[in-house]
């Protein structure tokens, strides 16, 4: 999907993994879904966490007590597998989101022609700390292109 305009949704990491976060199952290498359990904090990295596999029953928890969560990059904060999308492209850089929401927020900033910053002060907000690498123009129609071989994944 290629728009004119991109306006930064302002989001975080931390706000995109309140939603399900897409893992490569430990067990069967199928499509797993790592589902956040909210509790009253407002700081989703201290939410009990449930990793399942419907193709093969896997099921895994995980607890804040005593744990680490390690963000910032493919693979899943909590159970530290790697994430389902992923690409590599850019030579040898790789590509990564937690879900559809995080691929479409990449694949609009990237595509889009002109850049907008969000309403608010955006100083930690996803697209304000991408990497270099992901907003060089010449890197712009190989992105697009792991972005839609990524979503492809997410067809079935
Ligand atoms: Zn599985």
Redesign the pocket.
């Known amino acids: 999907m290629d728009r004119p305009r991109f306006q930064d949704p302002q989001v975080s990491l931390y706000e995109l993994a309140a939603d399900d976060i897409l893992v490569v199952?430990?067990?069967?290498?199928?499509r797993?879904v790592n589902a956040a359990r909210p509790t009253g904090s407002r700081w989703v990295a201290s939410w009990p966490r449930r990793l399942t596999?419907?193709?093969?029953?896997?099921a895994a928890a995980w607890e804040p007590a005593g744990a680490t969560s390690v963000w910032g990059g493919p693979v899943d904060p909590f159970f530290g597998g790697p994430l389902w999308l992923r690409a590599e492209c850019c030579g040898g850089r790789v590509l990564w989101a937690f879900n559809r929401r995080h691929l479409d927020i990449l694949g609009g900033f990237v595509g889009a022609k002109l850049r907008e910053r969000g309403p608010g002060p955006g100083g930690l907000t996803l697209v304000a700390r991408l990497p270099a690498w992901m907003t060089a123009a010449k890197h712009r129609a190989e992105i697009l292109r792991a972005v839609d071989r990524l979503r492809a994944t997410l067809e079935n």
């Open positions: 199952c430990p067990r069967c290498g199928g797993a596999c419907a193709a093969c029953g896997y």
